[in-house]
């Protein structure tokens, strides 16, 4: 299967201060990217989706000056938290597909902890 | 909206025993279903998907799962299963229409333990 790259894997940041997620296909341009959050114990929930070179469509309930999702190229995605708050501290994982495959390959995901 | 549930949130087995997990789903129309693996610290690995035709679906390491299109469900299984099994199972939907496919809806995941 394809290769999607997420980094960092994790980080620690002061509440307040803005947080950046890369997601990157690595073998394969990816046409639409996915953003999702898990809690602790509970399910993958979608964030966002996004196409290349188009604003991002957001999932009810997700505030989208909070959660900036960046889809400039056909292999990267990005994530920026802005003013993180602890309750923003939560595992991300993005996940991208090309128009060739018939599944979404997932990024290894990014523990955010807010301070 | 669609929803995924997962029955059983903590499964513990023996090695060599006989798995299975269940997952239902609500929605009306047409979907694509999936299951996906997480090893601990690993990616979300794609263990099987059912798009279309046969219902019993046959996925990599063993696994198998059976649509039910009558019982809104897709449950995994395993005759025997292994101690490198141990992992979190996921099961998730995603509509065929009026939907991105990808866009995918999971269930809360069980946690497999295996024991030796």
């Known amino acids: 299967g394809a290769v999607v790259s997420q980094h960092p894997s994790r980080v620690i940041c002061k509440s307040g201060t803005s947080v950046k997620i890369e997601c990157r296909s690595l073998?394969?341009?990816?046409?639409?990217m996915f953003w999702y959050r898990q809690f602790p114990k509970q399910s993958l929930m979608l964030m966002a989706t996004?196409?290349?070179?188009?604003?991002?469509?957001?999932e009810q309930g997700v505030e989208k000056d909070k959660f900036l999702i960046n889809h400039a190229s056909l292999t990267l995605s990005t994530l920026t938290v802005t003013s993180a708050h602890p309750e923003d501290s939560s595992f991300y994982i993005c996940?991208?597909?090309?128009?060739?495959?018939?599944?979404?390959?997932f990024g290894q995901g990014t523990r955010l902890t807010v301070v | 909206a669609q929803s995924v549930s997962q029955h059983n949130h903590h499964v513990i087995l023996s090695e060599a025993a006989s798995l299975e997990l269940g997952c239902n789903y609500s929605?009306?129309?047409?979907?694509?279903l999936f299951w996906y693996v997480q090893y601990p610290g690993q990616h979300l690995q794609l263990l099987l998907k059912?798009?279309?035709?046969?219902?019993l679906v046959k996925g990599i390491k063993g696994f198998e799962a059976e649509f039910i299109k009558s019982k809104f469900s897709f449950n995994l299984r395993k005759p025997s299963v292994q101690w490198s099994d141990t992992a979190e199972y996921f099961c998730?939907?995603?509509?065929?229409?009026?939907?991105?496919?990808?866009?995918?809806?999971f269930g809360r995941g069980t946690q497999l333990t295996v024991w030796p």
């Open positions: 996940s991208a597909r090309d128009s060739k495959y018939t599944e979404a390959f």
């Open positions: 073998d394969f341009q990816a046409t639409t």
């Open positions: 996004s196409n290349e070179g188009s604003k991002a469509t957001y």
């Open positions: 929605y009306g129309g047409t979907v694509n």
């Open positions: 059912y798009f279309s035709g046969d219902p």
């Open positions: 998730a939907v995603n509509a065929r229409r009026g939907s991105t496919l990808g866009r995918l809806y």
